[in-house]
């Protein structure tokens, strides 16, 4: 189970994007994601008409190391960390470790 999955809400804690908020929109691989609005880069395309391409100067977003990424708590208004534990009925969730808030219901 990933400490940090698709859909979450995260906070960059490094890089040029330090103290960005945003929500997880692809996990690629293990250690890489795409998150919204989070190290955007300039890509500059050629038009393909056979594609029905326009080219010109695309923003996009660029996978950022999830080692410069944590998850993000509304309640603290700060990055947390996750600890997992197992429910009454056998479940395992995860959980803030600062205020032991589980984040998936």
Do not use: C, W
Not at 44 to 55: D, F, I, R, V, Y
Not at 79 to 105: C, M, N, P, W
């Amino acid at each position: 189970m990933r400490k940090i999955k698709k859909g979450d809400e995260v906070i960059v804690i490094a890089g040029r994007d330090k103290g960005k908020i945003g929500e997880v929109l692809q996990v690629l691989g293990n250690d890489r994601m795409l998150v919204n609005d989070v190290n955007i880069v300039k890509r500059h395309t050629k038009p393909n008409p056979m594609k029905g391409q326009q080219g010109g100067i695309i923003e996009m977003e660029a996978p950022i190391n999830v080692s410069n990424l944590a998850i993000y708590n509304p309640e603290s208004k700060k990055a947390d960390r996750i600890g997992f534990k197992q429910l009454q009925d056998g479940r395992k969730v995860r959980y803030f470790k600062s205020t032991g808030e589980v984040v998936d219901i």
